[in-house]
């Protein structure tokens, strides 16, 4: 399987624009190109039933994030502060960015 080149990048905030947490925005926590999901800090929450063992010794229920659908989430732009496609601008010195299709600003600091 082929890794695909996604546009949210971990520490990106997004907004999710589908499902039950549709509205909510969060930091994304880890992003995940072989299967198009990402995790988002605090959002799509799950219970996870967990075994007393060395970091748990407790065990009991514990509550975590869950993946999401890239495609359930949208980039929020820095400078306009509003959910937005990117696109990709090659700079002069070689290097590529991400930049905001609404107020044409670069997304990446």
Same mark, same amino acid.
């Given at each position: 399987?082929?890794?695909? %080149?996604?546009?949210? $990048? %971990?520490?990106?905030? /997004? ?5 039950? +947490?549709?509205?909510?925005?969060? $930091? @994304?926590? =880890?992003?995940?190109?072989?299967? =198009? #999901? /990402?995790? @988002? +800090? ?8 967990? #075994? &007393? ?11 975590? +994030?869950? &993946?999401?659908?890239?495609?359930? /989430?949208?980039?929020?732009?820095? =400078?306009?502060?509003? &959910?937005? #496609?990117?696109?990709? #601008?090659?700079?002069?010195?070689? =290097? ?10 670069? /997304?990446?600091?």
């Amino acid at each position: 399987m082929s890794i695909v %080149k996604l546009h949210i $990048k %971990k520490n990106d905030m /997004v907004k999710i624009i589908a499902g039950k +947490e549709q509205g909510k925005t969060g $930091k @994304v926590l =880890s992003v995940f190109p072989g299967k =198009s #999901r /990402v995790v @988002v +800090e605090g959002l799509n929450m799950i219970k996870r039933h967990t #075994r &007393p063992n060395q970091l748990y010794p407790e065990g009991g229920i514990l509550e975590k +994030e869950a &993946p999401l659908s890239i495609s359930n /989430v949208m980039l929020i732009c820095g =400078s306009c502060n509003q &959910p937005a #496609r990117t696109g990709i #601008r090659l700079l002069e010195d070689g =290097s590529k960015t991400r930049y905001c299709k609404k107020c044409n600003e670069s /997304v990446d600091k």
